[in-house]
């Protein structure tokens, strides 16, 4: 990997809300920018696998389903965003609890724009498919709604002055 790729790679990694990228997301990012053009999506990983500053992560994300049912869900989970296989860390970045929230709070905003995006594009009178996706719809803006009040709280609790008395 040449330095303009692998400083870019740092500085995406020392930055991305997520902790873990995706490495396909990562490659296609550097792709759209003109770097690593010369690099496949496997040597691309194998060279950041062979790298101490690299921590890759292996998820079991496989779909169950029919090669050709699942490389198209796969392709239309990617253009909302959604990416499978292996992950990367940059290993001198720490992760903070606030860092946590904020990554939580991003997945699951991508995750309601999502189902938004099912419940305008469903089959209609399948009233079974709607009730669940009404409850998962409910579900996940309860879970956006509650995540981003404990993002509030913790900065509420972080800016507001220490007015306890010391006792003793």
Partial sequence: MDKPTEQRVIEI??????????????????????????????????????????EIEEFDDSL????????EIERSLESLGFFGGPRVK????????NDILAGLLQSLERMNEALR?????????????????????????????????IIEEQRWENEAPDTREESG
Wanted: cysteine-free; proline content about 5%; charged content about 35%.
């Fill in 13 to 54: 990694l020392e930055t991305d809300p997520e902790f873990y990228v995706p490495v396909k997301k990562l490659w296609l990012m550097l792709q759209a920018e003109g770097l690593a053009l010369d690099l496949e999506l496997e040597e691309f990983q194998a060279q950041l696998e062979a790298d101490d500053r690299f």
């Fill in 117 to 149: 995006g099912a419940w305008e594009t469903r089959p209609e009178g399948d009233w079974e498919a709607e009730g669940e996706l009404l409850d998962a719809l409910a579900l996940g803006q309860e879970m956006e709604q509650e995540i981003r009040q």
């Fill in 90 to 97: 940059w290993t001198r970045r720490e992760m903070t609890a």
């Fill in 64 to 71: 169950p389903g029919e090669p050709e049912e699942v490389a």
